[in-house]
C-alpha cells in the first residue's frame, strides 16, 4: 500500500491542525493505521493508532486528550486531529500501515509509510 500525508504547516502553540493520509489501491479498513513523528535529533516516536476493522484507538501519553486519530471509509482517509498544540509537538510526522493485526506502537511493525510532513509549533 502506498500512502500520501497532506501537507503539515505551522501553527501557534494552543492552536490546531489536522493532517490526512490517503491510500492508494488499498482499503484502510484492512490494515492498522498509526501516526509517527519524529523530530531533529530524536528517534521516532508513537503517536496514536487506529485498529483494523472496528475503531479501536489508542494514544501515546503525550497526545492523549489533545490528538485524535480517525478513519472515514467512504473517502479512504485517515485523519490525525491535533488540538491544543504545543512547541513540543514540532516535528516531522508520518502515516503508517500494516495489514497485521498485532502492529502497535513501535515503528519497526510497520510495512508502509507516507512520506512525512513537517508541523511546526510556535511558542
Known amino acids: 500500500v502506498q500512502l500520501q500525508a497532506s501537507e503539515g504547516g505551522l501553527v501557534q502553540a494552543g492552536g490546531s491542525l489536522r493532517l490526512s493520509c490517503s491510500a492508494s489501491?488499498?482499503?484502510?479498513?484492512?490494515?492498522?493505521i498509526a501516526w509517527f513523528r519524529q523530530a531533529p535529533g530524536k528517534e521516532r516516536e508513537f503517536v496514536a493508532r487506529?485498529?483494523?476493522?472496528?475503531?479501536?484507538?489508542s494514544y501515546a501519553d503525550s497526545v492523549k486528550g489533545r490528538f485524535s486519530i480517525s478513519r472515514d471509509d467512504a473517502k479512504n482517509l485517515v485523519y490525525l486531529q491535533m488540538n491544543s498544540l504545543k512547541p513540543e509537538d514540532t516535528a516531522v510526522y508520518y502515516c503508517?500501515?500494516?495489514?497485521?493485526?498485532?502492529?502497535?506502537?513501535?515503528?519497526?511493525?510497520?510495512?508502509?509509510w507516507g512520506q512525512g510532513t513537517l508541523v511546526t509549533v510556535s511558542s
Open positions: 503508517a500501515a500494516d495489514s497485521s493485526f498485532s502492529a502497535g506502537v513501535s515503528y519497526h511493525q510497520y510495512a508502509a
Open positions: 487506529l485498529s483494523k476493522g472496528p475503531r479501536i484507538t
Open positions: 489501491g488499498r482499503t484502510f479498513s484492512n490494515y492498522v
